[in-house]
Structures are given as C-alpha cells and as structure tokens.
C-alpha cells in the first residue's frame, strides 16, 4: 500500500511502524517556543531535569513573537527568563523584532522540507507550506523534546480535499481559505492529515500556501499538504536558502479516508464573521457592517506579498477617517522588503500604523484591541469571542481588508477598484 | 489515575475553545495551580468554581478544547479538580495535552448526548465503561502507549519512570 504525505516524512522519522492509530515515537528536527510558551517550558525544565543539557542545542530555539518587545513588567520578566535559560544552554533566540517564529525558522532555513518541528504555537503545522511536518503543542510537551529530541505522535489518518474551478484577483488564497472552512467546518478534518489538490490550489505560490495551511487549525486539521510544483521547488529555494532538501508526494496507491471535492469556480471576496473562522459569508453581504480597526498581518496573511497586495488597492486613495489602520509584517526580512519597494513609506502617509514585526493581534498584539461594541475586520486567523478584544471580529483577505479601510465597512475589494 | 471516577457532571456544548477555557489575558503569566484554577471556565460559566466543588467530570459536545496550545487549558481544569472529560471529539493539541498532564479525555459521541447536566456518572477506567442512569457505554481503550502516559500522571513521569525501570 502507498503512503501519503504525511506518512513519508514520519516514516523517515521513526523506527517504529508508521500505520494510521499506531503510537510512534518521533524524532524531531527542529524544537522551539515563544515568549508566551518558553517561560513555562524553562520552569517544567529546570524542575524536571535541573542543569542538564539540552538534547541539542543548535536544533533549539526560542522566538519571541507574541508580546513582543514585552508591554508589562510580566512579559518582560518571563522574557528574560528564556534568555537566560537560552545563554546557559547555548540556544540561539530569535528575539522581538524578528518576527513570527514559524516564519523566521523558515526564512532562516532552520525548518526545511522534510523535516518534523514542533513548538509552542496552534499554527506550527503553517510548515505542511514548505512540505515539513509541524505541529503545536503544550509546554510540557516541548520541554520533553528539548531534552530528548523525540515526542510521541498518533498516525493519523489523511483526507483529501480536490478543489474544482477557478477564481481570479481580487479573490486570493485567503477567500479560498475561509470558502473551504465554510464547507467543511471543524468535522470533516479532526485530527486528520489533509492533502488538497486541484489547479486552483497547486498554482499557489508560496505566500498563498502559507495561508491556506495556516489555516487547517481552524479546520480541526493536524496538518496540511499541497503538492509541489517545480514553482513551488524554486520558491522555497529562494525563501530558506537551502537547495538540499526532501520534497515527498504522495504515492498513487496511498490511502485516504475520504475525499471531498469543493468547487470555488468563480469564488467571490469571503468573510468570517464571529464567532467562528467557518462562520463565513460573500464580503459583499457584509457590506453593512461598520468598522472600526482593521490590521493586515499574523502569520496567515503577514507575507510581503499580502502587504504589497493591500498598498495596490489603497494606493492613491484615502484611509477613511476614523479608521485605525495596522500593518504587521510577519518577519523582519517581509519588513525591510517592502521599506525598500517604498510600499511602507506609501502607508504610513495614507495614515496606517506599521509595527515592527510580529503575530499582530493575535495575542493582545500590537494592532491594539477592540473595546465593547466595536468591530475588528483583519487578515488573522481566529475570531472567537475575547480572542482580540470586547468587540467583534472578523477575518478576510489583504484586499478585502484593503478596500474595507477606503469605505469604513466590509467592502468587497471590486467596489472601489 | 483513579479506577472509578464517580461525579455529578458539568456539560457543555460544542467548540468550547481554549480562549474560554483559560482566558488569553492570564496566558503566560506564570501562576501557582490555585490561580490557574481560579480563573478557568472564567469566560464560559461564571458559575464553574461554584459547580467544580462537587462536580469533577466535564461533558460537552464536538471539538473540545479547540484553539490555542496553551497548557493551561488543561492544566486550570486539573488544578480545578477535573477529573476527567468526555467530549464527542477532541481537538488534538487539547487532547495531548490533557494526557501529557495526566487527565482522563474520552471520545464518545453517545455518552456525550446521553449525559445531562447534573447526573452523575461513574467511569470505570479498569473496565472502559461509563455508567449512567442505568445505562452503561464502552469506551474505546486509550492505544496503550498513552494509557501508560495517563496512568503515569503525565508525560515526564512517564519517562523517568521508565528510565528507573532501565535503571
């Protein structure tokens, strides 16, 4: 029997038997956690293991993305908390102002295709993008792997979701995103592997394949796939700076448990409105609702290419007054490449704040948060209530964000282009 | 892990999501178990630290735990006295971590219907039974690797335990 994405990269992996339901145990690549994980990682550290040494140093790392530079004395203790941890152990932190640790590890070729890396993050498994194997976990979970390099993982089963037709601009992978959330909410993926396929989504770039795998969280998903293609190969070539790496497909004969077959010819701007990301309807039915603050960003939508897809729409026209307006690129690297194409420059006289890079609103970020009654439309990935505030979120594309800032409400980006 | 666990349960519906569960606002600040318990269930029921008292057994409905990694989704529960949950699904982080810290999650789309709010329940670990108002439900047994993660109190203790064994 063949094998599917998934069960590639575990099998190169594990001694053990890699079948779906079996417990195997994992070597892991790559092992990091966050200002808001790393503090408890070190305390369960040093309770259960005192001054050993890490398993490897050189493949542990701490990124700082969450709150970052720490806004309280809180953060910044548990902050320095890591970095000392981190000197004491030789462990390079990638610290604020790097941006968003998945993405950073990426950028810097520490996570390449065919490797596994988990972390302290829900959205760890955004690497399934670069054809890795990631996943999120809790604390005590990640102090177990930085010291033994290994973690206990079920096989899971994988689906197969084909995507039929096609959409064009300004419909991007962020609508394609919420449209299949629409269809297949929480239930279809649970703790499955999702392999997607179909022209739609196998022509997207990278920056688009971040999105949408960003997203199988959301989706229930463990993690998601989609196949390479010599674009793709090129891509990631140039985003990791690595040329020596294991690209897996899928064998003809793998097994899925199920396949589901969405069509999204013809796909319109979507919406998530509150309170969950599947919640999702056409942006053009939302045109009444109004908002208040609107940020572009977090590591589903915070590439350069989102942010640059956002400056085309706003471009020449006016940020509705009123109107707070974030841009958060996702990595420093994101950041000074659209300071040098002068798209930052261009912003910020349109009016928009642009902070230094990081998960944006995510976890009490730096976009800011709403207060009672008032209304968030932005690029991230959850709109559960209190998740960004007392108001209410919403999630959409760059250009939908765009176009919303020109008018003040859910805008359909075709209505001011 | 307890061979019975007798209890009065607190149910709840579908997608109960960690930022309910344990507030982000508290994520992270390093907090003793009494303060971590203190604030779960914070957002969702303002009346769980009043249920808790009597009641240690969660039911509720798909996709428990979904969101965030944060531990203390878990860990608030465990300190709250949770003694363990039984949910239609799971969301896989939660999942893992509910065994990585010793607390009993079972799967069980039926029982998780059947069961209201207020009735008490036995679950019978050494049998994988749950029994209720005269009714009795099977539970799958845990893949036995994780059992003895669960039985071991957590992942760590697992771990030394079997390093001591080797020993």
């Known amino acids: 029997m063949g094998k599917t994405i998934v069960q590639k990269i575990l099998s190169a992996h594990t001694k053990d038997e890699v079948k779906e339901g079996n417990i195997i145990w994992l070597d892991i690549d790559v092992r990091s956690a966050r200002d808001f994980g790393g503090p408890n990682v070190v305390k369960h550290y040093r309770e259960h293991y005192g001054a050993e040494k890490v398993d490897d140093p050189k493949k542990t790392f701490f990124t700082f993305d969450l709150v970052a530079p720490a806004k309280t004395i809180k953060y910044a203790i548990n902050q320095s908390i890591c970095r000392k941890f981190a000197r004491e152990q030789g462990i390079k932190v990638y610290d604020v102002g790097s941006g968003i640790g998945t993405h950073v590890l990426m950028e810097h070729g520490h996570i390449l295709p065919g490797n596994t890396a988990v972390g302290t993050d829900s959205h760890y498994n955004i690497v399934g993008a670069i054809g890795a194997f990631g996943q999120g976990m809790g604390d005590v979970d990640i102090t177990f792997v930085f010291k033994t390099g290994k973690t206990w993982f079920e096989v899971p089963k994988t689906v197969k979701i084909k995507i039929k037709g096609k959409f064009e601009y300004p419909t991007t992978a962020k609508d394609l995103t919420l449209y299949i959330l629409k269809h297949i909410k929480t239930d279809f993926a649970l703790g499955r592997s999702i392999e997607f396929y179909g022209e739609s989504v196998e022509n997207l770039p990278l920056f688009g394949r971040i999105t949408l795998l960003s997203m199988v969280t959301e989706m229930g998903g463990i993690i998601g796939y989609i196949p390479f293609t010599e674009n793709t190969i090129e891509e990631v070539k140039k985003f990791t700076g690595a040329s020596d790496f294991n690209v897996f497909y899928a064998d003809q004969d793998a097994a899925y448990e199920k396949e589901i077959e969405i069509d999204v010819d013809g796909l319109e701007s979507q919406v998530a409105a509150p309170p969950h990301p599947h919640n999702v309807y056409p942006a053009k039915d939302l045109k009444d609702v109004k908002v208040n603050m609107i940020y572009i960003g977090s590591c589903t939508n915070g590439r350069e290419e989102d942010i640059e897809s956002a400056w085309r729409i706003l471009k020449g026209k006016k940020i509705k007054e009123g109107i707070v307006l974030s841009i958060t690129p996702a990595t420093r690297r994101a950041y000074k490449n659209l300071m040098e194409k002068g798209i930052l420059q261009d912003l910020f006289d349109m009016g928009a704040i642009i902070t230094n890079p990081s998960c944006a609103g995510c976890a009490e970020g730096h976009p800011g948060m709403t207060g009672e009654g008032e209304v968030s439309l932005n690029t991230s990935n959850r709109n559960f209530p209190g998740k960004q505030g007392k108001g209410k979120t919403y999630l959409t594309s760059p250009e939908v964000a765009a176009a919303s800032a020109i008018t003040g409400r859910i805008t359909d980006p075709r209505e001011v282009l | ?167």
């Open chain 2, 1 to 167: 892990m307890e061979k019975l666990i007798k209890s009065k349960v607190i149910k709840y519906p579908d997608s109960v999501n960690t930022d309910v569960i344990f507030p982000g606002r508290y994520t992270y600040a390093l907090m003793e178990p009494e303060e971590m318990a203190k604030h779960a269930m914070e957002d969702l029921d303002p009346d769980f630290q009043k249920k808790v008292k009597e009641r240690k057994i969660i039911v509720a409905g798909r996709n428990f735990g979904m969101g965030s990694s944060r531990e203390q989704a878990v860990l608030s529960l465990v300190y709250a006295g949770i003694k363990a949950i039984i949910a239609k699904s799971f969301a896989r982080i939660y999942f893992r971590n509910a065994i990585n810290n010793g607390l009993l999650v079972i799967e069980h789309k039926e029982a998780a219907d059947f069961i209201e709010d207020g009735d008490e329940v036995e679950i019978d670990t050494q049998e994988n039974k749950i029994r209720v108002k005269g009714k009795e439900f099977t539970f799958p047994q845990l893949p036995k690797e994780v059992l003895k993660i669960v039985e071991a109190g957590g992942l760590i203790n697992y771990v030394k335990e079997e390093l001591r064994k080797e020993e």
